[in-house]
């Protein structure tokens, strides 16, 4: 899964706190903060709100859009004091804005107002605000864009009138359309939520983190994730890497909450679709609507009707009603049919163990000189030397070299594809090589940064896919980027084009202390390893902006495995290996003289 950093690497992009943190890297979505997690790491809002302001008497056009700013800032009474700064036709014109925000890096400056006399006894202003954009909330999805992206504007104009009309004060004629905050109120008045997509075989669900308003309520947060998941946001990880299965569908009339029941109609050409499909939607909603209660009665079951009829699932045919237990798709936490299986390296033998209480099986002799391993879910095996040599087979097979040296760390995808890094770059190895096979090139992949505009650059020191095949962690430097992986098969059998899109999401290490190694956790979370020696650290990271956990600590680990419902292992930079059964507990030593253990996929 996660191995030993090889190199050091870059310096970081963005400063944490001292406990690390989830963080958007270089112009993306607002710094990092704490969410109060709820049960299944669920996101709770905060309580703290801002009282606005109404506007004064006899305040200049600069005062009214500071203050302006502020009650737009407070979600605490809908917005309806910052309607009082606009005028009577503005307030008509200007939509609930909640969805789309430009979020400011710290407070915008508000410049000194020009004046241009209107006539008919109307005064006009203009006045600019300016500031350093941090990330723009697109439209009703939640979706993010990085300043470089044509939505990200600034500066930002409001033009301003004062008539009999508006009792002879000033009041904001014409106000952007989105909600202007800074980092700090964005961190009050918006939450991560995940929808839920597919990878491109529809296999597997895959969460998409989003942000959405606190002030939303129950029923229009529902409608509007609903909507997200038939026009998907087109973002980092819906543009190109996943599905939906929504595609051809359209909502009939609200999404409406029985109990914890969400009960949704819809219609269009779904209605021809296939049961497979319908099964695939029921999936989406399910997992998407859960926890969308926002402080209100949380969906805990999803009810799909078709054009007003209510449809059942497969394996419930007594009730239309569909719970995560009777769900056929999942987010995957990690290879199906494996257990607690994990393998290891002693001497030059690979070993197999299910889970700590098992007898150790030996699969076959791999040699000396080995660092770390990677097994697939189909059955393969990467081996690394210390040179950074890779080698690849079929387990118990005889390993053959890749082309290349200089690998620092390898991991298997769902397709059984092989992805490394290698200094500046990231490569794919499609499949295995077996004796006497021609072997196949790497692939060079593509890693395309969050702005989506030009190749992000940097020391690629470790990479690990998750378990649903789509999503990457790699660390650059002292940060842990999050990508997708996108592949585009060519014509006439040519290599396949490959590129990784980052998400604006990353994790910042303690300092200036670069991450070690990085393995996923299930399908939301990751744990990092830092630091050497006696000064390891272990975490675990929310990758969709919650609060980072420690993990109780074990000193001179040098690669970490984790699975859900398994112990995390550990494996010592002198050997040796250890276990944490709850990740909050107390190391064990795991019998014999093992090293470099793994859990496949």
Known sequence: MASRLKQAALGLFLAASVAGCVSLPGGGPVVSYPINQGPGG????????????????????????????????????????AREYLTPAENSDWQHPAWSATVFSSAPVVGRPTYAAAGRGQNAAQVTVTGTVQACLNGVNGGY???????????????????????GQWRISAAPPELLLTSDSFQRDYQPRNLYFFDPGKRYLVPDPVYVPLQATSAGLMNELVDDLISPPQDWLTSRATVTALAHASRLGDVTLDGGTAVVDLGGAIAKAPRVVLQQVSAQLLYTLIGSGQGGPSVQTVELYVNGKPWTPLGTPQSPVQNESDSVYIPPSGPTGQGNVFYYLDGAYLYR??????????????????????????????????????????????????????????????????????????????????????????????????????????????????????????IVGTE?????????????????????????FSVEGQGATPFDAVTWYGPDNVITLSGSGSSTVLTEYPVNGGTATPISQQPNIGWITANPGSALLAGLLKGGM???????????????????PVYPG
């Open 578 to 596: 250890m276990a944490d059964s709850s990740l909050t507990g107390a190391w064990m030593s795991v019998p014999g003289n093992g090293t470099a």
């Open 145 to 167: 864009a990085v300043p470089s992206s044509s939505t990200c504007l600034s500066p930002l104009i409001f033009g301003l009138v004062k008539s009999a009309k508006t009792g």
């Open 42 to 81: 669920k996101s709770q809002p905060y309580n703290l709100q801002i009282i606005a302001q109404p506007p004064v008497a006899g305040w200049t056009p600069q005062q009214v859009v500071e203050g302006f700013l502020a009650a737009s800032a407070s979600f605490g009474d809908q917005l309806k004091t």
């Open 480 to 504: 842990i980027n999050f990508g997708a992986i996108v592949i585009q098969p060519r014509a006439n059998g040519a290599q396949p084009s490959v590129r990784i899109d980052f998400s604006p």
């Open 353 to 474: 163990r299910d889970g700590l209480a098992g007898s150790p099986v030996r699969i076959g002799r791999i040699g000396t000189g080995f660092a770390q391993i990677a097994v697939s879910a189909g059955g393969y095996l990467a081996a690394l030397r210390d040179d950074g040599t890779l080698f690849t087979g079929r387990l118990g097979g005889k390993l053959m070299m890749r082309a290349g040296t200089g690998y620092t760390d390898m991991s298997w995808d769902a397709r059984n594809n092989l992805w490394a890094t290698n200094g500046n770059q990231i490569v794919m190895l499609r499949g295995a090589v077996s004796p006497g096979q021609p072997q196949a090139q790497p692939v060079p992949v593509d890693v395309v940064d969050s702005a989506g505009g030009s190749l992000a650059s940097g020391l690629f020191t470790a990479i690990q896919v998750a378990p649903d095949g789509v999503r990457v962690a790699i």
